[in-house]
């Protein structure tokens, strides 16, 4: 599986950025999918998780209420819709394909259970 992701770039607090992740090399429709983000000098975190129905998703505490991860099967691509962007949330974002339908404590705890990455994309809030 090979995952990549896009759509990062530079916005002023506040606003918004919309980040993609297609899959390719093998179907990923029956597989988690969770969003990590790394800032400089910072271990990699766990941003958000969806199941591979998209029935049930997880964030963690602070994009709570203001990112929402979706995903179209058909189209083999993750979503992370971020708004009222803060300049802490300025990172490298990575996508992650868990190998089970649903996603796993170690997910959330920092990304024990992925099995594939993604290359990242750099968001930049600027204040």
């Known amino acids: 599986v090979q995952l990549q992701a896009c759509g990062g770039g530079l916005v002023q607090a506040g606003g918004s950025l919309r980040l993609s992740c297609a899959a390719s090399g093998r179907s990923v429709s029956s597989y988690a999918m969770s969003w990590f983000r790394q800032a400089p000098g910072k271990e990699r975190m766990f941003v958000a998780a969806?199941?591979?129905?998209?029935?049930?998703?997880y964030y963690e505490d602070s994009v709570k209420d203001r990112f929402t991860i979706s995903r179209d099967n058909a189209k083999s691509t993750l979503y992370l819709q971020m708004n009222s962007l803060k300049p802490e949330d300025t990172a490298v974002y990575y996508c992650a394909a868990e190998v089970s339908k649903y996603y796993s404590s170690s997910t959330l705890r920092g990304g024990g259970a992925i099995d594939y990455w993604g290359k990242g994309t750099q968001v930049t809030v600027s204040s």
């Open positions: 969806i199941d591979w129905s998209g029935g049930s998703t």
